[in-house]
């Protein structure tokens, strides 16, 4: 069974300061990763994807993530954070045939001027 | 507006009522999943359908629950005999079997009341 644990619910961070939300997962299959993002009143929409291949992975709006296998991790940056990115972020997980995506609680992510 | 579109948008009903969610997937997309967040959780899967064939359906999903895809496109999530803890954001989202692997499009969820 697969299933995603993100550490903290809550981040707050100060306008210009790095971003850092934390994404574990566990899996017994080759895992595909993926960072959502939900803004208030709106649905969720990618960030950014891990598949195969390169590890590390830009998304959208600055975003990117690195696939550490050993750490089984999938941690999400951002090197300045804006006052456009507070939300909620999911990371979830599925395997290669993407049946069903597993999510994460989710972090949400305060930004403060 | 040619995203995912779900219907209605709020529903506060009583205890004992049945309700029906609608779901309008992106019109060439072949898979439709739905998921049920509460505050402070992320989505948990409950199904999915590939075409017009419901293919898995989580445990969270009790017989007092039915999805449906009659024609591969639009989908119906009823719940017959509400309760209390049925109160919650239920999402829709599609994709594409063959497209960019796993990248689902949501929509902007119904959000079921049970008073």
């Known amino acids: 069974a697969q299933s995603v644990t993100q550490l903290g619910s809550h981040v707050s961070v100060s306008e210009g300061a790095l971003v850092l939300l934390r994404c574990n997962y566990s899996s017994s299959v080759p895992p595909y990763l993926f960072w959502y993002v939900q803004y208030p009143n709106q649905g969720l929409q990618l960030l950014l994807k891990y598949t195969t291949g390169a590890t590390l992975v830009k998304g959208i709006n600055g975003f990117e993530a690195e696939f550490k296998k050993s750490e089984t991790s999938f941690h999400l940056t951002k090197p300045s954070a804006h006052m456009s990115d507070a939300a909620e972020y999911f990371c979830?997980?599925?395997?290669?045939?993407?049946?069903?995506?597993?999510f994460g609680p989710g972090t949400s992510l305060s930004v403060i001027p | 507006d040619t995203g995912v579109s779900q219907n209605p948008r709020h529903k506060i009903t009583k205890r004992g009522q049945n309700v029906t969610f609608r779901c309008d997937p992106i019109?060439?997309?072949?898979?439709l999943y739905w998921y049920r967040q509460t505050l402070g959780q992320g989505p948990e899967f409950l199904t999915y359908?590939?075409?017009?064939?419901?293919?898995?359906k989580s445990r969270l999903l009790s017989d007092r629950f039915s999805a449906e895809r009659p024609k591969g496109s639009f989908s119906t999530l009823e719940i017959q005999r509400t309760e209390q803890g049925d109160s919650a954001m239920y999402l829709c989202?599609?994709?594409?079997?063959?497209?960019?692997?796993?990248?689902?499009?949501f929509g902007e969820g119904s959000r079921l009341t049970v008073l």
């Open positions: 989202a599609s994709s594409f079997l063959g497209g960019d692997t796993g990248e689902l499009f």
């Open positions: 019109s060439e997309h072949n898979r």
């Open positions: 979830a997980v599925s395997d290669e045939s993407a049946d069903k995506v597993i």
């Open positions: 359908f590939q075409n017009e064939a419901q293919l898995e």
